[in-house]
């Protein structure tokens, strides 16, 4: 009679793990935007123009190279002041460059933006698409298996911030 008490605890017990148990899953979006011909399309704008601003740039630097080459040339032949005026034209020209890079390629650069104006609404379309899969399929929470952007779609129902922070305010 224990033993059968036992038995059925345990059952019990072990059928309400697996009741309560969450449904996890984990996707990898980086491989589902590279299906995507879409996301391909846009990779290959962006490498394009990224290609195209590299170019302008390295020709930049070509005449900088060219500016440089000139004044050792002729340096023995110009005045201090012409001097002083020759490498003032070069170090602005470096300076020049350095600012077309950065608002080229800089964290908030013309290639940020064009990625985010072609990228980011096919993002969103993933990422819709996920939190309607896993609210449709009863997933309470979808981690993301390709990067370090973690959880996709978490049940509102298990975010526990508002209880923690009201222990830590009490």
Request: hydrophobic letters at 40%.
């Amino acid at each position: 009679m224990l033993k059968k008490f036992f038995s059925t605890a345990l059952l019990l017990v072990t059928l309400s793990g697996f009741a309560t148990a969450q449904r996890i899953a984990y996707v990898d979006v980086t491989a589902v935007l590279e299906a995507l011909p879409e996301y391909q399309k846009a990779q290959e704008q962006l490498d394009k123009i990224a290609t195209q601003w590299r170019q302008e740039i390295a020709g930049e630097q070509d005449k900088i190279k060219g500016m440089y080459s000139k004044y050792q040339a002729e340096q023995v032949l110009l005045s201090e002041e012409m001097k002083k005026t020759r490498e003032e034209e070069i170090l602005a020209k470096e300076k020049e460059v350095r600012e077309m890079q950065r608002q080229k390629f800089g964290p908030e650069g013309a290639l940020f933006k064009k990625r985010e104006e072609l990228v980011k609404p096919i993002q969103d379309k993933v990422y819709s698409t996920i939190t309607s899969f896993a609210e449709s399929k009863g997933f309470e929470f979808i981690f993301d298996k390709g990067s370090a952007s973690g959880m996709l779609f978490a049940d509102k129902k298990y975010d526990k911030t508002e209880d923690i922070k009201s222990l830590l305010t009490k």
